[in-house]
């Protein structure tokens, strides 16, 4: 029964994270144009609520190119192996505390794996290079080949980054469950600030923050699809179906990622009023994580890219030093 | 036969061929493949075994990081279209005995071990490896430690280039 | 070491081992094995290459070793045609040239006929070509500074530099009727005089509407970490190289060099008109990019110049006399403006008849793209991308 009902909840998150993604797009898109002085999508449905469906429809119908020269088995790969990721990393992600049952059931979140926790969010995510690195290989192109060269050699860089940013959290609350880092983050300092992880780990929420920027290959280090330099990266040679995959995954992963960031650093599902009422947990954690979704469009509509050197540059001499020093400030606080 | 056995003997096969393809497949990028596919089962392996840190790491080290790190190797020095590789390295009878000497040995160490089994549902594996690593076998993880420090200044020193 | 580039790399895209070595390899053990260079091709249907430029490209890892602009395009043999048109027809082909800037090539065209034939202009045409020329100025510049952001991943510039653009398409289409190929700087004057009434009420207010509006827009990228970082120092063109290679327009003045036509061979009005030659003298994408952005408020500067002139000058006779049959004399004159992009120059030819015996467009993009090869080694893949936005090619200038 209990593996019955861990499936039941597997798939409502999984129909809930796919299904909202192509809401994500349109939100991305109306912000982005409010940002611009423009108006955005408006005639597919209501305020244009309608057209990453419709844009999904037309991709569907659209000719499947593929090009010759390739790996083909590989090319067909490449698009799956990078949904994937993307999708199981919710599974671990709480949206609700463990108060929250149905029928008996907690039914917060899909798994609480105690001893693992974030270091399976890690171990996810690192499988999402797969998805590129094949991608640029498999297309037989020069621009996907360097994008693909280019992102991993970013991803595997900021991965480390998002491993040392959350040891503070770790060590603080003295835990790699995802369910017990929001449960340490109930007590509020002195009595009134929230107790969440953002004010006690400012360091390290932004490193972790722009790491997890640099992971979903947003701006400013949206590098692997500069469409500028290497026209889209390595979905170049993509179309159909195949580039609506990447497509998905990429705004997915930033789904996750906002998910993640708000289970770490903003309490997760705490807020007022949640002790007695469990179900406000899960609008609590969508409203914080909406909230960083609408951050990351917002960033994207403000900076311009940066270059590759300078983007591993950034990683490797400022933010690297960064995260040592937050574990080593956070250790010395704990053990004082 | 029980789920587990059930669970392990699909991993089992997963892993043997999966093991045997990395050596036979003649295109590289296809053995990397398939060598991910080995180390997941592996994981699979872990997991069973209720080292579900050990499943994670193995998740974490070997696939998202050594894997990529041969395939981009493969990458920077092979055709981009990845021609057919030949099938038998010249030295593949030394290998050969090398590897079958190997075996003799695991199997000899497997038959005649004293196996430890316990009844007892594993403790928190994490915090015990934690510890573990940190007192009893301290020497050995900072040895390594040393050992992967020093590979790193020498990769710094093999890859800077003095024209830049 | 290697120090002949024999050519390895396949058209086929293929990397293959053993290719040739960077010139200034140096020697030592591990210099001693030979990388691959990728030849890439940046273009013709490249989202950042502005046009119908290709690239050839080749490429140490993200290094660029060397860069070869491929050019013809979009050749449409224009000056041919102009052999085979009236003075006064070929005009509306001058509109196809700098699609970006038409008023500076209708300008170009027409002060050369009229320097050949002898034309004298009317006062309040010569005012007209100022306020449109400089108005088109503005729109060319939002253009190339709105797509530089673009280049450079920085996608709200560009929307703001089009909606200003707008503002001074909608003026222009008041003057003329056409939003890009205006045809409304003739040889011998202009189509007719200026609107009175809204258009002048519009004018005014988009001359205190703009500034303000273009300072928001610089300060998304001149007050950017990342976009500093992409330009600065980034694609230095020497002034020696910058004069030697023939460049003008802001990117001869990005180097510090303070060449402009309207000062150094004045036409028109310019004579009387107060504003600075804008110069930086550091020579790097950045000064390419802040000179075009002086030149926009400098372009204001002249515009509300130009608004009290309006009063002053009366309206009359905008086209001079005999400017439509118009037959000069046989001989040649060469004579140039300030399009946006720089010195923009028509060569011209008669035999006596009605139609030039031979006409030589100097373009002033063609000329600044060929200092793409000197500058653009050496630097990163992005780094060619944003030196080619800041040289700011437009393509129906370089092929004609």
């Known amino acids: ?59 569907i119908f659209k000719e499947d190119v593929v090009p010759t020269g390739i790996d083909k088995r590989i090319f067909y790969l490449a698009p799956i192996l990078s949904i994937i990721p ?23 979140y899909v798994a609480d794996l105690k001893d693992v926790g974030i270091l399976y969010v890690f171990a996810v995510t690192t499988l999402g290079v797969y998805g590129i690195v094949l991608a640029g290989w498999a297309s037989n192109n020069k621009y996907s080949l360097m994008g693909a060269l280019r992102s991993s050699a970013q991803m595997i860089s900021y991965e480390i980054l998002l491993g040392l940013s959350i040891m503070g959290v770790v060590i603080g609350s003295g835990s790699l469950s995802l369910v017990e880092i929001v449960q340490a983050q109930a007590t509020p300092y ?20 722009i790491a997890s920027l640099a992971e979903a290959n947003r701006v400013p280090f949206d590098l692997p699809e500069a469409e500028s330099e290497l026209v889209a990266g390595f979905h170049t040679e993509y179309s159909s179906f195949k580039f609506a995959m990447f497509f998905m995954a990429e705004y997915i992963n930033l789904l996750t990622l906002s998910g993640v960031i708000t289970t770490l650093f903003l309490g997760g599902w705490l807020g007022p009023g949640v002790d007695r009422f469990p179900i406000l947990g899960v609008l609590y954690f969508s409203v914080k994580t909406v909230a960083l979704v609408y951050f990351f469009i917002w960033l994207r509509a403000t900076l311009p890219r940066l270059r590759y050197d300078q983007l591993m540059r950034f990683a490797w001499k400022v933010m690297l030093p960064a995260a040592l020093i937050n574990i080593f400030i956070t250790a010395y606080w704990v053990a004082r | 036969m029980s789920a587990h056995q ?39 392996l872990y997991v069973l075994l209720q080292a579900e840190f050990l499943a994670v790491a193995q998740v974490l080290i070997y696939i998202g990081a050594i894997t990529v790190l041969i395939l981009f190797g493969i990458m920077l020095t092979r055709k981009i279209t990845g021609g057919a590789q030949p099938p038998l390295a010249s030295h593949w009878k030394a290998a050969g005995a090398g590897a079958g000497a190997f075996l003799l040995l695991l199997l000899y160490v497997a038959m005649t071990g004293q196996w430890q089994v316990s009844d007892q549902p594993p403790m928190d594996s994490t915090t015990t490896l934690g510890l573990a690593l940190v007192t009893r076998y301290v020497l050995p993880f900072e040895l390594a430690s040393v050992v992967l420090l020093a590979a790193l200044v020498g990769a710094v020193l093999l890859a800077r280039d003095e024209t830049r | 070491m290697a120090t002949e580039t024999k050519q390895t790399s396949e058209p086929d895209g293929v990397l293959r081992l053993g290719g040739p070595g960077l010139a200034a ?29 290709r690239l050839k490209v080749k490429l140490d890892g993200e290094w660029v070793t060397e860069v070869q602009p491929e050019i013809g395009y979009l050749h449409r043999g224009v000056e041919k045609i102009a052999e085979n048109r009236t003075y006064f027809q070929f005009l509306t082909i001058t509109d196809r040239l700098d699609y970006v800037a038409a008023m500076a090539c209708n300008a170009a065209y027409a002060v050369a006929v009229e320097k050949l034939a002898g034309l004298t202009v009317p006062p309040r045409a010569e005012l007209c070509r100022v306020i449109v020329q400089e108005l088109d100025r503005i729109a060319s510049h939002l253009v190339s500074v709105g797509t530089y952001g673009l280049d450079l991943g920085a996608t709200s510039p560009f929307i703001y530099a089009f909606r200003d653009r707008e503002t001074i398409l909608d003026l222009l289409e008041m003057v003329c009727g056409a939003r890009l190929t205006y045809s409304y700087i003739r040889v011998g004057g202009v189509a007719r005089d200026l609107p009175e009434g809204e258009w002048r009420t519009r004018f005014r207010q988009f001359l205190d509407e703009f500034p303000p509006m273009l300072d928001e827009q610089d300060t998304l990228l001149s007050e950017n970490e990342i976009f500093l970082l992409r330009t600065r120092g ?123 015996y031979r006409l030589k467009w100097r373009s002033p993009s063609f000329v600044n793209l060929s200092v793409l090869s000197a500058i653009g080694r050496g630097w990163k893949v992005a780094d060619l991308v944003a030196i080619i936005g800041s040289i700011d090619p437009v393509f129906g200038d370089v092929d004609r």
């Not at chain 3, 140039?336 to 030819?349: A, F, K, N």
């Open chain 2, 6 to 44: 059930l669970a392990f003997l699909v991993l089992g096969v997963l892993i043997l061929v999966s093991a045997l393809m990395v050596v036979t497949v003649r295109n590289l990028v296809h053995a990397a493949l398939f060598l991910i596919l080995c180390f997941a089962g592996v994981a699979g």
């Open chain 1, 1 to 59: 029964m209990e593996y019955v009902v861990m499936a039941a909840k597997a798939v409502v998150v999984f129909a809930l994270v796919s299904g909202s993604m192509p809401f994500i797009v349109w939100a991305e898109r109306k912000v982005m144009a409010d940002a611009q002085a423009r108006i955005g999508p408006n005639r597919v449905g209501p305020f244009g609520i309608l057209q990453s469906f419709a844009d999904a429809l037309k991709l």
């Open chain 3, 234 to 356: 980034v694609g230095v063109l020497p002034p020696e190289v910058a004069v030697n290679y023939g460049t003008s327009g802001p990117v001869l003045r990005g180097s510090g060099v303070a060449y402009d036509v309207r000062r150094s061979k004045p036409y028109g009005l310019y004579p009387q008109l107060d504003f600075n030659v804008v110069t930086r003298p550091t020579g790097d994408c950045l000064a390419r990019y802040q000179v075009r952005v002086e030149e926009m408020r400098q372009s204001v500067k002249i515009l509300r110049q130009c608004d009290q002139l309006l009063d002053e000058i009366p309206p009359g006779e905008v086209l001079a006399k005999g400017a439509r049959g118009v037959k000069p004399a046989a001989g040649e004159a060469y004579a140039s403006v300030e399009s946006p992009r720089g010195e923009m120059g028509v060569y011209l030819i008669s035999d006596g008849s009605n139609k030039p």
């Open chain 1, 190 to 209: 002195f009595g009134v600030i929230p107790g969440i992880w953002l004010f006690a780990q400012p360091l390290g929420f932004l490193i972790f923050l």
């Open chain 1, 86 to 108: 993307a999708l199981i990393t919710f599974a671990v992600v709480p949206y609700g505390g463990p108060d929250l049952k149905l029928f008996g059931y907690p039914v917060g």
């Open chain 3, 25 to 53: 390899e140096p020697t030592g053990d591990i210099h001693e094995i030979e990388t691959d260079h990728l030849e890439v091709s940046m273009g013709p249907q490249h989202p950042s290459t502005h046009g119908v430029l």
